[in-house]
Nanobody, 123 residues
Framework: VQLVESGGGLVQPGGSLRLSCEAS????????MSWYRQGSGTECEWVSS???????EYADSVKGRFSISRDNSKNTLYLQMNSLKPEDTAVYYC???????????????????WGQGTQVTVS
């Protein structure tokens, strides 16, 4: 299996970024997919999830500013981030069927599947 994130970068406060996560090799065509993040010196934090049936959930800290979506035809997960704040600065991880907050690159499957992460810096 593979999870490849992209779209991170440096942005000014109030700006926008869109993260992408391309998934491949999964036997489940529509797994539950999530975004997590980990800032410097902070714990791994759940950001948002989308389920097979199209449901979406958001952490209170990003609700109204971030939007998660998926294109099943491209096996790609997205995170549109608007009105970015300095406290959004973190490494953002794409996770499939995550069962615990890891925020490390891990394709072993014991706690789900985790991509390598992409850095988002708001400054």
């Amino acid at each position: 299996v593979q999870l490849v994130e992209s779209g991170g970068g440096l942005v000014q406060p109030g700006g926008s970024l869109r993260l992408s996560c391309e998934a491949s090799g999964f036997t489940d065509d529509d797994p539950d997919m999530s975004w997590y993040r980990q800032g410097s010196g902070t714990e791994c934090e759940w950001v948002s999830s989308t389920t097979t049936f199209g449901g979406t959930e958001y952490a209170d800290s990003v609700k109204g500013r971030f939007s998660i979506s998926r294109d099943n035809s491209k096996n790609t997960l997205y995170l549109q981030m608007n009105s970015l704040k300095p406290e959004d600065t973190a490494v953002y991880y794409c996770a499939v069927d995550a069962s615990a907050p890891l925020c490390i690159y891990d394709l072993g499957g014991d706690f789900g599947y985790w991509g390598q992460g992409t850095q988002v810096t708001v400054s």
